[in-house]
């Protein structure tokens, strides 16, 4: 038999199998597929799929086939996709009897809930990229799958190739996760990266960064932090099996970095990264609480995260049993994203052939959400200062009646005035608030520039 032969009787034989075993209504070796979106994403799903298909039947057990492709505008040029399997008509396509998986790459919130709910509620399984639909909707998206018994994947939702959802739903499932800190932006981290090492503005940053792929359709998600929170969200709702919408995610973006920002913080070792953090804390009582939230951060260059560039992400998870782990990879654009939705849809195929279902989320321990008040961290606070004698010792009587620790002040004169930069150990976001809202009112501090949080 040659490879050929061997390669056509062992398909056979997976036909066969596949035929007599599937358990879950998938046409005898073949699952339906209706891909909803050919974007950024949409596009390298389609390609990779298409060019692979063989490989897809040998790892999945039967075959996929692209029933249809959902568009907005069907006049646009789609080179490579026959005309027959576009439709502007989604629900239409979702409710075919020969599709079983549906794929959301779409974006937005409101109409693919709408569509992945028909889906789920038609017994299709899901497959969605759809960060922002699943920080908004888990709880109800996650029902609906239940109630039907089919499976709901979001890989590509969290850092887009890096298999972070995977590895909490999954790989952890026996551990307890303590932290979860990471670079999961590529957009923010590509401007910040640019501003730093070539000098670029801003504008011409997220210009590229647009240009290239990564940032969302309306780079205001990506810059203000709501990317980055969707994602915090989801990896903190499955790290603590306690339920994290987007909404109780504090978030600050990077519009308000500066160049000066950056360059303070070459001048004293750091970099500055959008970090979103997932925390369980654990109170004096023991008590646990769980906080996420997203902020530019200032991340020591000698840090791992200090030299994650470009548009690459990178997590780190602390759990009990495992200790620190840390990802690697590409977080955004069409390819890598496409490879963790081919990953799912791989799964999803799976399920339908073989029988079976992913794992769920499971938020049974239901821990409170602490205040971000409650959280502590240590910070580099930029101001400028009246030149003068004493001035150093009123902002420090300032940190000291608030019990804020200074570890570090150093001084640089600009003419008239001088700029403190001052270093605190740790303290609380309720207590730096208001040392920073007395040192406004300090006579001669004419302004107090920037707070930035630091560590990774
Ligand atoms: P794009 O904006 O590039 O593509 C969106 C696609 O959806 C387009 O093909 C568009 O149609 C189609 N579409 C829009 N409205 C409708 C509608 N009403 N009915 C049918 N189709 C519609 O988005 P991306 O590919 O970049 O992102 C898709 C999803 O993947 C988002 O949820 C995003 O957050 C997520 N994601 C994206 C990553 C990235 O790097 N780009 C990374 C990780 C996740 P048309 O072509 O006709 O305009
Ligand atoms: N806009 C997102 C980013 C895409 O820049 O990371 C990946 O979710």
Request: aromatic letters at 4%; charged letters at 20%; glycine letters at 10%.
């Amino acid at each position: 038999m040659n490879a050929t032969t061997q390669a056509a009787a062992s398909n056979q034989k997976q036909d066969a199998t596949i035929s007599g075993g599937s358990s879950s209504g998938a046409r005898a070796g073949s699952v339906g597929v209706a891909l909803l979106g050919m974007g950024t994403v949409g596009a390298e799903v389609f390609r990779l799929l298409e060019e692979n298909s063989n490989d897809f039947t040998h790892r999945i057990g039967g075959a996929v086939e692209i029933k249809g492709v959902a568009v907005s505008n069907m006049s646009k040029p789609r080179p490579g996709v026959p005309d027959e399997l576009l439709t502007d008509d989604a629900h239409a396509l979702i409710n075919r009897d020969d599709v079983d998986v549906v794929v959301e790459v779409i974006g937005g919130i409101d109409y693919p809930r709408e569509l992945v709910l028909a889906a789920l509620k038609a017994g299709k399984s899901v497959v969605t990229a759809n960060k922002a639909l699943v920080a908004a909707h888990a709880d109800e998206l996650a029902a609906a799958a239940d109630a039907a018994d089919v499976d709901l994947y979001f890989e590509a939702a969290v850092a887009a190739a890096i298999p972070v959802v995977g590895m909490l739903r999954r790989s952890l499932a026996g551990d307890k996760i303590q932290r979860i800190s990471g670079i999961v932006n590529g957009t923010t981290n590509f401007i910040l990266d640019a501003m730093a090492s070539t000098g670029a503005s801003y504008d011409e940053a997220l210009a590229e960064a647009t240009r290239l792929g990564y940032a969302e359709a309306d780079p205001t998600a990506d810059v203000e932090g709501h990317d980055a929170a969707s994602k915090a969200a989801i990896m903190a709702s499955l790290g603590f099996h306690t339920r994290v919408k987007f909404e109780d995610v504090h978030c600050e973006g990077i519009s308000a970095v500066t160049a000066k920002d950056i360059a303070a913080a070459d001048q004293a070792g750091y970099v500055i990264k959008l970090l979103a953090i997932c925390e369980r804390l654990v109170a004096e009582d023991g008590s646990e609480s769980v906080n996420a939230r997203v902020h530019p951060t200032l991340v020591s260059k000698e840090h791992p995260l200090a030299s994650v560039n470009e548009s690459y992400n990178a997590i780190f998870v602390e759990a009990e049993a495992a200790g620190s782990l840390m990802f690697y990879g590409n977080g955004a654009g069409g390819n890598p994203t496409a490879s963790a939705v081919l990953g799912d849809l791989v799964g999803a195929a799976r399920n339908k052939v073989h029988g079976g279902r992913a794992p769920g989320e499971n938020t049974y321990a239901n821990l409170p959400l602490a205040d971000f008040g409650e959280v502590t961290a240590r910070y580099h606070i930029d101001m400028e200062v009246d030149d003068r004698a004493g001035m150093l010792a009123a902002v420090a009587q300032e940190f000291a009646k608030s019990g804020v620790s200074i570890r570090t002040v150093r001084q640089q004169d600009t003419g008239h005035t001088a700029r403190l930069i001052v270093v605190t150990h740790s303290a609380q976001e309720k207590v730096l608030d208001a040392t920073v809202h007395a040192l406004s009112n300090v006579p001669g501090v004419k302004a107090v520039d920037s707070v930035i949080r630091l560590g990774a």
